[in-house]
């Protein structure tokens, strides 16, 4: 047993982990964060897989990122740089493509090749989606309200919120409502025509969810990613310049900074229990280390059923957390290229291609995509989101060479021959994307010098992501705010004594946010002295 005994310990240094030790040391705690990987980071990571290549392995945007917490522990002084992605390129079989960038006009006549009618709406439809984003976004910088409570301070801030929602009209109420329950295509379908418009957008309603842009709910995901903004600028998203691990650093920078420290090759076993209260941790190698609380940055069903152990936990308090969707439906291919690959509808290079290109070409397409998937098999046709980071931030790549970052749906962890079968399937997996993608970019295939291909199965074995979900369970509507990760227990306290938990499966949710860790150690610090 070491001698030291901390105020609070945080396991897992993923980004939500880091956020929480930080605000807790700045308020003068004494935080040690011990991380079973050889860096900090978790998904939120950067490594050089290929020789000279610095690949975001998993996580590869950032946008979601509250203002308020780079602010408080002001990260850019600690290497914190995001650089903008201004376009994405949809292109279609047939060789036409839809640009969407930074220019309004030339968005609207490419819009206007499709549907005239749409590139007179799509601008209206921006600024209304936006002002809906902003409208939600002080239920994501805060708590989830609790309709189940009767404690005077609640009623009173429930009745606040109702107050300030009931000022927005009647016709803000419609949009909430219609947003919480529709599907991404039935949402979209009541503004634009041109189902290839309404496909390439539909798309950020099934990022990281088992469900089809025809499923109900999936509305309200495209609108969680509606509300980021980079430099005050809503709706923008960016590359982290140096990979996503460049936020996780900057925050252990800060975090070291403030006084917390920070452990590597440190994996906790499980939980140190005395009198069914937690006590501390026991790490891997049997060392035992106290607290006065423990702050898990696992998912639900490792904090839970493995940190904590099923036999300490109340028989329907197992049920409920077992009945937390987590569902992975998500690969991740990252390519070492020795040159840039062309795109068959704009074989020029240009801006074009230092922003997204989305294989969404139909509604139809990204359907049988989720057919494939709902019956245990990866997507031979997926939905993929695609970047070429190194044409933003050259620091990334070797000079006159580039990393692809392709991010896949639809790739079920449960596969009909069992999730261990990934490992077989792995490359087979790869080979469909990169096939897809070559319909597209006709030389990708000549320019591959290396690719790294990660599963499901891959994400949970690696970056401890249960069942491959990267948001730590699913965004559908019975997983939100008061519901995440159980009703009752929304608030980062757990009904394990001294156990709180600050990652992505509690409110708000998943995406490199850092709310979740931040609202952690706020309330934590309220609620006693630690």
Known sequence: MTGTKYDAIVVGAGHNGLVCAAYLAKAGRKVLVLERRHQVGGATTSEEIHPGFTFSCCSYVVSLLRPWIIRDLDLPRYGYEILPLEATVTPFPDGRCLVRDSDPERTRRSIAKLSPRDAEVYKRFGQEMAELGRLIKPLIDDVAPDPLSRDPRELLRLGRLGKHLRGQGDEWLFANAKIMTMSAVDFLSEWFESEELIAPMAVSGII?????????G????LLHHYMGEIDGSFRAWGLPKGGTGAIANAMARSARDLGVEIRTEAPVAHLLMEKGKAAGVVLGNGDEIRAQVVISGLDPHRTFLKLVGEEHLEPELAQQVKRFKMRGSSGKVNLALDALPRL????EYGPHLQGGITIAPSIDYLERAYDDAKYGAFSRKPFMDVLIPSLTDPTVAPPGKHTMSIFVQYAPYHLKEGAADWPNQREAFGDAVIDTLSEYMPDLKDHILHRQVLTPWDLEQIYGLTEGNIF???LSLEQL????PMAGWSRYQTPVKNLWMCAS?????GGIMGVPGALCARTLLGKRAV
């Open 472 to 474: 730590h369970g699913e």
């Open 481 to 484: 705010a008061f519901l995440r």
């Open 344 to 347: 068959a509808c704009l074989p």
């Open 208 to 216: 990281g969810t088992f469900l089809g842009i025809r499923s109900p």
């Open 505 to 509: 499966g509690t409110h708000p949710g």
């Open 218 to 221: 999936t509305a309200y995901v």
